[in-house]
């Protein structure tokens, strides 16, 4: 993608619904990385920038992944656009392309199991939920049918 944008960190803030102080922890862990700084040393940010941004959200609101999860998930997804941009390129030999591929398929797998296991997570929760509201029903029901007391 080409960048067309430059967004100083208050403004990518906004867009995205974050503070400066959270674009800023996520730059000291690593995992947004201003794409250029200013003559005067303040960040700038593109809308690539905004974009892995968003996805770090995505990740962290919508999924429930923790912010180190979210690292090896962007870096992941960093890996395969890279393995599809050389694969593509048509300049890699057979055996090559043969390696990029076995590499996507095992970083594939490794993301679809820290799905799978964030699923199983939240249905294990779910479940829990679910007896509750199971033991609760059946408490007002107890209640609903007993002599009043006064």
């Known amino acids: 993608m080409t960048s067309s944008r430059s967004y100083r960190i208050g403004e990518l803030a906004a867009q995205a619904g974050v503070s400066t102080r959270t674009i800023r922890y996520y730059g000291e862990l690593g995992l947004l990385v201003p794409s250029g700084h200013s003559p005067g040393g303040a960040r700038r940010f593109d809308d690539d920038d905004a974009e892995r941004l968003l996805r770090i959200r995505e990740l962290q609101v919508v999924m429930g992944f923790d912010l180190d999860e979210i690292k090896r998930i962007v870096s992941s997804e960093e890996r395969l656009r ?3 941009a050389e694969y593509r390129s048509g300049s890699a030999a057979k055996a090559r ?6 590499e996507a398929m095992r970083i594939n797998r490794e993301l679809r199991d820290e ?3 964030k699923i199983a997570r939240t249905q294990g929760f779910l479940e829990d939920l679910d007896a509750k509201a199971v033991r609760y029903r059946a408490a007002m029901r107890e209640l609903a049918s007993a002599p009043a007391r006064r």
């Open 82 to 84: 890279a393995i599809r």
């Open 97 to 102: 392309q043969r390696e990029l591929l076995e």
């Open 115 to 117: 799905v799978r296991t």
